[in-house]
């Protein structure tokens, strides 16, 4: 154990679909399940911080608030977080962080979303300098365009083939089977990922996650708040990794054109996703043997391979021999998106990073019901945004 | 009628068209899309250049990547076809060049994924993005060149 280490007291979500209400009341839905997991009531709550959405007007921009007041105001201290997909991550590293002050004893984290239907595209208007603009304006270069060509190149230099992609779509599916939670629970076989529409090569339609709505949150306090509480064993927070990339970043990130030039300063030992990973396994002091279940950000199926191998559970170019041999399925020796990750649920941004931890909190308890990693001890989340945003938790038990 | 730049400044037309990059004049690091004209820091955090000098880049380099656009994208793209015609897939190459540098751009007009190889050299052209009020708008491409692997990547920067 860390000495830096915070107790993960509740945690609730907000099932994922497409529900057509405000993302308040699925945030105020998961607060109020995180809430009661806990046994803390809100009022005794001093810090509340909200993943912001940018999808929802002015009260998605200040998120915290806006759920403050959802809630009742009871005169806790507020922040908002904004981080791409990471936003949820970095909003517990907010909370942490005050929690380790001794700034605060018990703190809320929510994150809500409404997405919209289809390709996520920039905002409205002609803006020359902002590359998000510019992608699309010169290039046509949607997200799914993006995931293709980290795809294209595990088959070209590993020998993937796309049944291997499929085949992560057929394990996340049946994880997902009994998740009350997902917005997918359906058995998808390999046959029907194969003959689903291809949207960019070499990616199928049911190879590239959905966007959702949902929300997510979670009650953290110290271990000394948890131990008064009678949590003698709670799930613990033993890392928060929101690192920036180090220049020069060599891989093609959304919403680039470019890389970083490497030809001057020589690449980097790490690249920006590795680091991710490295940066939470050294602030927690595990190494990647220990970790028994993993949820990470398959926004497409072959992106799963890569953090398989990001996060140091295998080595570069091998992620397919773990898919082929079952060990990334429930019941192998390393499960990844036990939950059915974001194949079953599609991603909903500022909550997307909080439901990962509330999934390796249910699997650490021992409460994840059929999709339960059974003796799980130790877990890690990864994601990845826009604009050198990333995240991984490290939890433990 | 002559087609001109989509975005003005950051490739040349004519019979051998470059991208141009920005290249700081401190540390060399040179970067694309050119950051001069935007009064830009070198991104080098052991940098504090503030002044470039634009170069062209390598016409050639190696794929690092490619896939291609079974879907119209969403504005702000816009479609080089007519209003009625029918809609027409593309590819997308990810080129990494001498300077260290992996630039995105389509591929040349006529050329789809089944032409291309991660590792293969590809070429710099400049062919017609879309039409507008202004006239037809033209912008980079990259050509597969199938000639097998770049072997002597870097002599074109040490020019």
């Not at chain 1, 399925?329 to 990962?356: D, H, K, T, Y």
């Amino acid at each position: 154990m860390s000495n830096h280490d915070i107790a993960v007291a509740g945690v609730g979500m907000h099932p994922w679909g497409k529900w057509g209400k405000n993302f308040v009341s699925y945030g105020v839905h998961a607060a109020r399940a995180a809430l009661a997991d806990s046994g803390i009531p809100w009022t005794d709550v001093d810090y509340i911080v909200g993943g912001e959405t940018v999808r929802n007007g002015y009260g998605g921009y200040v998120a915290g608030a806006t759920f403050a007041q959802a809630l009742g105001w009871n005169g806790a201290r507020v922040a908002t977080s904004y981080a791409a997909c990471a936003t949820g991550a970095q909003a517990i590293d907010t909370a942490r962080s005050r929690i380790l002050a001794g700034l605060c004893d018990v703190a809320l984290v929510v994150g809500a979303d409404t997405t919209p239907k289809g390709f996520l595209a920039p905002n409205a208007g002609e803006r020359w300098d902002d590359p998000d603009w510019l992608r699309f304006r010169l290039l046509g270069m949607t997200n799914p365009a993006y995931f293709a060509l980290y795809a294209r190149r595990r088959m070209d230099l590993y020998g993937a083939t796309q049944e291997d992609f499929a085949a992560v779509k057929v394990k996340n599916a049946k994880h997902g089977l009994s998740n009350p939670n997902a917005r997918y629970r359906k058995e998808v076989s390999v046959e029907d990922v194969m003959t689903s529409a291809v949207v960019s090569d070499p990616l199928h339609l049911l190879d590239i996650c959905a966007t959702s709505d949902g929300a997510a949150a979670v009650v953290l306090c110290s271990l000394d708040y948890a131990r008064r509480m009678g949590l003698e064993k709670p799930v613990r927070v033993s890392a928060v990794s929101t690192v920036t990339p180090t220049f020069p970043n060599t891989v093609m990130d959304m919403p680039n054109l470019s890389t970083d030039p490497s030809a001057a300063v020589g690449t980097p030992e790490l690249t920006f996703k590795e680091s991710i990973g490295r940066a939470a396994y050294e602030e927690a002091g595990i190494s990647p043997e220990d970790v028994d279940v993993a949820e990470v950000y398959d926004l497409s199926t072959a992106l799963e391979l890569d953090w398989i191998e990001d996060l140091a559970l295998c080595k570069r170019g091998e992620a397919e021999t773990l898919l082929r041999a079952g060990d990334t399925a429930l019941g192998g020796r390393i499960p990844v998106n036990p939950s059915g990750g974001l194949a079953c649920f599609g991603e909903a941004v500022p909550a997307q990073a909080l439901a990962q931890v509330c999934e390796l909190t249910w699997q650490l308890r021992g409460q994840a019901g059929d999709r339960q990693v059974e003796g799980a001890k130790v877990g890690i989340t990864a994601n990845q945004g826009l604009f050198g945003h990333g995240s991984s938790v490290l939890l433990s038990v | 009628m002559t087609a001109t730049p989509a975005i003005e400044g950051w490739f040349t037309t004519g019979a051998e068209p470059a991208l141009l990059g920005s290249r700081c004049t401190a540390c060399t690091s040179t970067y694309f899309p050119p950051t001069a004209q935007q009064g830009s820091f070198c991104r080098n955090p052991a940098c504090d250049g503030e002044e470039f000098e634009t170069v062209e880049l390598s016409r050639r380099g190696r794929i690092w990547s490619y896939t291609d656009a079974q879907y119209q994208p969403p504005a702000p793209y816009i479609a080089p076809h007519a209003e009625g015609e029918a809609y027409e897939p593309f590819a997308l190459v990810a080129v990494e060049l001498a300077e260290g540098i992996v630039v995105l751009g389509q591929a040349a007009a006529g050329y789809g994924v089944g032409d291309l190889k991660v590792g293969a050299e590809a070429e710099v052209v400049v062919e017609t993005l879309y039409a507008d009020e202004a006239g037809e708008r033209s912008i980079w491409r990259w050509r597969p060149l199938n000639s097998g692997l770049v072997t002597e990547l870097g002599q074109e920067v040490d020019q």
